[in-house]
């Protein structure tokens, strides 16, 4: 038995004024069709198989099969609550498998926003109905200040980077794809994307055309060091010509190394992050760190060293100051206190 029963068109609320359908059947169409077309407003691929999720999860908990996803008109603000708090309590999984994960708090609230997100265009659809999950109804948790991901000491970051066997090919791209991320901190599905002929030169500079978040395009320093890791994997590879295929590529057999070749595909999302995971374990890098840890740790480091706020946001591609923050983890720094710096 689920939540939500089977309705006809007679207790339908009137969700929809004027024109809009009254019947079962277009009241799902024109849902259907607003859901579509909020997913699509979001150029990201991954953002909306991320809100596709959501939104299925959230009918799943309540009982409400996604065709029949008209029944969203009688979703109310208790329900949302529920749902919030089903979450925090497994931890903010999305398999619902009972086991506590870290960063609940700020998953929940990512999901929660999608929900609130789709209600308020839904409306735009003429959707008379309040929006169940607006803030006025539903708390969302409370997300710290300092993110959840775990920061990478600089001597085990040194450890990681020496981790790859560079007497095989693949272990040569290894370590410039970990490279990348530790001196260029850019998203894993931003080095997943990236090509030959990204990489320029500007003046002194060696550069690489980053794609971010919402197809924003910014232009990422690759320092020297990282540089000579990438410019001997495009050479042992031997795609320095090939400027319009994928820069880092799968080996043409899994455990061949690379010395029977490379595919010319891009590497998987999963196959870097779980490359990243494999030489974190080897040298004794904490489980809970992920390949997003290198973009975490990157920004502390540079923040340590002095880096202004406004320059480390723009180099990590982030629309606002109070993102990079969450991505700092210096903690209570007491030795850079303005205290002391105060003279009177």
Known sequence: MTKHELIDAGTLPPAFGGNQPRGVAELRTVIQQAMDAWLSKTESERTRQAYRQDVEQF??????????????????PEDVTAWRDYLLKQGGRADFDGTPSPGANSTVARK??????FFSFLQS?????????????????????????PAIPPKLMSAL??????????????????????YMAVRVDELHQMNVGNITQDGEHTVIKIRGKGNSIRKGVIPPVA????????????????????????????RGGGADGFRRSHMTIRAIQKLVKKY???????????????????????????VPLNQIQQWLGHRDPRTTLRYIRTGQDLD?????????
Not at 62 to 76: A, D, F, K, Q, Y
Not at 125 to 149: I, L, M, S, W
Not at 231 to 253: C, H, K, M, V, Y
């Open 59 to 76: 009918l799943d908990y309540l009982g409400i099969n996604p065709t029949h996803i008209e029944h969203m008109t009688r979703v109310l």
């Open 280 to 306: 974190c374990q080897e040298v004794g890098i904490d489980q809970a760190v992920s390949v997003h840890s290198l973009r975490v740790t990157a920004a502390t480091e540079a923040d340590r060293a002095g």
């Open 227 to 254: 540089a000579t890791a990438v410019n001997q994997w495009i050479e042992t590879a031997g795609i320095d010509e090939d400027r319009r295929g994928p820069l880092f590529r799968p080996g043409n057999s899994p």
């Open 161 to 182: 980077l020496n981790a790859p066997d560079t007497e095989k090919p693949t272990g040569i791209r290894d370590r410039a794809i970990l490279s990348v991320f530790a």
């Open 112 to 117: 929660m926003t999608a929900i609130r997100s």
């Open 125 to 149: 659809y003429g959707y008379r109905g309040a929006n169940p999950a607006h803030p006025h109804f539903v708390a969302t948790p409370k997300v710290p200040d300092e993110g959840q991901t």
């Open 336 to 344: 850079r206190s303005p205290a002391y710096t105060l003279r009177y």
